[in-house]
């Protein structure tokens, strides 16, 4: 199993920048592709970004496409998510989750994946 935490949730202003980060525990973290979901008020969980166990792949909702970078860094066990450009609507609870398979992070089924984060509080002010 692994255990992630998110962090580097804030007030931030429209147009400015944040960087999310998500530190993994437990076992091997290249074992797992990673991803990043966001949850608004009275909506769904959504899918934003994947990256597989190397770095070399990633995929993007076109919501943040151009706006948001996923990354990782595997000696140091943590998956950043670089958001640009803040809009209200980007206003969430933003987790990382973690699965041995990079295609279900990259079709964003959240029944499907197998491990998350508890979430971290982002919010953009007009």
């Known amino acids: 199993q692994v255990q992630l935490g998110e962090s580097g949730g804030e007030l931030v202003q429209a147009g400015g920048s944040l960087r999310l980060s998500c530190a993994a525990s437990?076992?091997?973290?290249?074992?797992?592709?990673m991803g990043w979901f966001r949850q608004a008020p009275g909506k769904e969980r959504e899918f934003l970004a994947a990256?597989?166990?190397?770095?070399?792949?990633?995929f993007y909702a076109d919501s943040v496409k151009g706006r948001f970078t996923i990354s990782r860094d595997n000696a140091k066990n943590t998956v950043y998510l670089q958001m640009n450009s803040l809009k209200p609507e980007d206003t969430a609870v933003y987790y990382c989750?973690?699965?041995?398979?990079?295609?279900?992070?990259?079709?964003?089924?959240?029944?499907?994946?197998?491990?998350w984060g508890q979430g971290t509080q982002v919010t953009v002010s007009s």
């Open positions: 990256i597989n166990w190397s770095g070399g792949s990633t």
């Open positions: 437990g076992r091997t973290f290249t074992s797992y592709a």
């Open positions: 989750a973690a699965d041995v398979n990079y295609g279900r992070v990259v079709q964003g089924g959240v029944r499907n994946i197998g491990f």
